[in-house]
């Protein structure tokens, strides 16, 4: 396996110094990037594996930069958010603008490691078994087509605009047409790590979906409501 090469967008010296030394000890190539509009561009311009994106940043934060890297239809980026906030709106708002996870500062290195190594071995497994079944690159349910090879959906001919977070979800549902997901289970399986208490960043994801690809968003065909569990994915008759 190549070595993973990991971005690292961080204004503090201190905490970014000590985040490289940690990915080095991983055995990991590593990049330290000190302001938002730097660090954007090396996003965009590098084959990174990982991104670890401070929320306050000088010219540009945190959020613009992952709402902006969510907002391209290229490849996958896992970003893991570093903030001193503590406040549940920001982290929440980091999640649900394309986020795979989030660390509060001050964290110890070892919460650090395991979080990067989480988010890895889900992107790994995303990876895997994309190349294990390269035929089903088509989903259609319905009025619903799904291409996961142009990262389109379409709804009766109609394109959606869906955020990188959101097309994931869908496919995931898609695939296991029937199958009932808690949100505990989205998250672990679709974040890629348990966001104890954070369940409700699920619900918001699936009400946008629903907006987007449902006729009816208050009787949805597609992503169904089982009460007192959770969600599932309908094929219409």
Same mark, same amino acid.
């Given at each position: 396996?190549?070595?993973?090469?990991?971005? *690292?967008?961080?204004?503090?010296?201190?905490?970014?110094?000590?985040?490289?030394?940690?990915?080095?000890?991983?055995?990991?190539?590593?990049?330290?990037?000190?302001?938002?509009?730097?660090?954007?561009?090396?996003?965009?311009?590098?084959?990174?594996?990982?991104?670890?994106?401070?929320?306050?940043?000088?010219?540009?934060?945190?959020?613009?930069?992952?709402?902006?890297?969510?907002?391209?239809?290229?490849?996958?980026?896992?970003?893991?958010?570093?903030?001193?906030?503590?406040?549940?709106?920001?982290?929440?708002?980091?999640?649900?603008?394309?986020?795979?996870?989030?660390? *509060?500062?001050?964290?110890?290195?070892?919460?650090?490691?395991?979080? *990067?190594?989480?988010?890895?071995?889900?992107?790994?497994?995303?990876?895997?078994?994309?190349?294990?079944?390269?035929?089903?690159?088509?989903?259609?349910?319905?009025?619903?087509?799904?291409?996961?090879?142009?990262?389109? *959906?379409?709804?009766?001919?109609?394109?959606?605009?869906?955020?990188?977070?959101?097309?994931?979800?869908?496919?995931?549902?898609?695939?296991?047409?029937?199958?009932?997901?808690?949100?505990?289970?989205?998250?672990?399986?679709?974040?890629?790590?348990?966001?104890?208490?954070?369940?409700?960043?699920?619900?918001?994801?699936?009400?946008?979906?629903?907006?987007?690809?449902?006729?009816?968003?208050?009787?949805?065909?597609?992503?169904?409501?089982?009460?007192?569990?959770?969600?599932?994915?309908?094929?219409?008759?």
């Amino acid at each position: 396996m190549n070595t993973r090469r990991v971005l *690292v967008i961080e204004d503090d010296p201190d905490i970014g110094r000590l985040v490289t030394l940690q990915l080095a000890e991983l055995g990991f190539e590593h990049r330290l990037v000190a302001d938002g509009v730097t660090g954007l561009a090396e996003a965009e311009g590098g084959r990174w594996d990982l991104l670890i994106l401070d929320l306050m940043l000088p010219r540009l934060d945190g959020l613009q930069i992952c709402k902006r890297l969510r907002s391209r239809g290229e490849g996958y980026l896992p970003i893991l958010m570093l903030t001193a906030k503590s406040s549940e709106l920001d982290r929440v708002l980091g999640l649900e603008l394309g986020a795979d996870d989030y660390l *509060v500062k001050p964290f110890s290195m070892l919460e650090l490691a395991a979080r *990067v190594k989480a988010i890895l071995r889900r992107q790994e497994h995303f990876e895997a078994a994309a190349a294990a079944t390269p035929a089903a690159t088509l989903i259609e349910a319905g009025e619903l087509r799904i291409d996961l090879d142009r990262h389109e *959906v379409q709804v009766g001919g109609r394109s959606v605009d869906l955020t990188a977070k959101e097309f994931e979800l869908l496919v995931h549902f898609a695939r296991a047409p029937g199958r009932v997901f808690t949100r505990a289970q989205l998250l672990d399986q679709v974040w890629g790590y348990t966001h104890s208490g954070y369940e409700h960043t699920v619900n918001s994801h699936i009400n946008r979906l629903r907006n987007k690809i449902e006729r009816d968003p208050a009787q949805p065909a597609h992503i169904q409501t089982v009460w007192g569990v959770g969600y599932r994915f309908a094929t219409p008759a």
